[in-house]
């Protein structure tokens, strides 16, 4: 599925992006734990932040989940 958000979350990934999605009781947001590439903390900052919420969370689906278990020994 390829849509402004998606196309917006794949540029931030590609430019070392490390945020994750958290998403609890269909309430997204995002962690960024291990701390972004100065490239990807600037594309954040200039492209995804200043969104509306919704869009926003939009854009946090297609990240990484923190609720992923596929690294999980018998994950897929």
Request: glycine share 12%.
């Given at each position: 599925m390829e849509n402004?958000?998606?196309t917006l979350a794949?540029?931030?990934r590609r430019l070392g992006g490390r945020r994750v999605a958290v998403i609890d009781?269909?309430?997204g947001s995002s962690r960024d734990w291990e701390g972004d590439t100065p490239e990807a903390?600037?594309?954040w900052r200039v492209h995804i932040s200043?969104?509306?919420d919704r869009e926003k969370r939009d854009v946090e689906t297609f990240l990484p989940s923190l609720n992923d278990e596929s690294d999980e020994?018998?994950?897929k």
């Open positions: 402004a958000s998606k794949d540029e931030y009781d269909n309430i903390a600037k594309f200043s969104l509306s020994p018998g994950g």
